[in-house]
Structures are given as C-alpha cells and as structure tokens.
C-alpha cells in the first residue's frame, strides 16, 4: 500500500528527527549558495558534464583525507576557478558537498522533465 511509509514506530520516527539534521543543514546551504551566491537553477543546468557532482567530491576529498601540500583539490570541475573552493571544518564540508550533490540531482531531473515534455509533444 502507498500510505504504509506514514505507519512508523516511535522509535523510526525519533530516528528519521536525528537523520533529518543532517539534511536541514545541507538544505539550508542550498538555499545559502542560491540567495547569497546567486548559483540559480539556470546557472547550474550549464554544468551538464558532472560538474557539479566532481566539486561536491572535492569536498568529499578533503573531508576524508585533509588538504593537500598544494591547498589545491585533487578533484576540481575543468572551467570552475579553484578560488570558489572554501574548506572549512568537517561538517561545513559535507553540508557544501551535500548541497552540491542536491544541485546536480535538481539539475538531472529538471533534464528529466525537460526531455518528458518533449517526448508527450
């Protein structure tokens, strides 16, 4: 039955609140790089070549390993000036590589949408 995922235990509900932490941070920095950055849905669908995903995996990089001697990330989008990379601590990290993964889901499945409505016409 569709409805079942709304029938939880207590206990499954307290654990969806300490996940759900987690992803309010990682929305609140999508929201913070679309208001404050102004890297809007339109600027982002010109990333159609991972880009978004390979600067959220720089992030990624840095938490797992640290910073390289260079301060320069091993991973980095081709065309992406190096000085919008801004490490912070370990989970300032993971937000900024969440919200970038969210941006690059976001980007696909505004694609997705796209190429249906072109399919229905």
Do not use: C
Request: proline content about 3%.
């Amino acid at each position: 039955m569709k409805d079942d995922y709304y029938l939880i235990s207590k206990e499954d509900l307290d654990a969806r609140k300490a996940v759900s932490r987690g992803s309010i941070r990682i929305r609140d920095e999508r929201l913070r790089q679309l208001e404050v950055e102004g890297w809007t849905p339109k600027h982002d669908d010109q990333w159609a070549g991972g880009q978004l995903a390979v600067a959220a995996l720089a992030y990624l990089q840095h938490y797992v390993f640290g910073i390289l001697d260079d301060k320069t990330p091993k991973w980095w989008p081709i065309g992406w000036n190096v000085f919008w990379f801004k490490p912070t601590t370990a989970i300032r990290n993971l937000e900024k590589a969440g919200a970038l993964i969210a941006a690059e889901i976001d980007r696909l499945l505004r694609l997705e949408d796209k190429n249906e409505v072109k399919e229905k016409t």
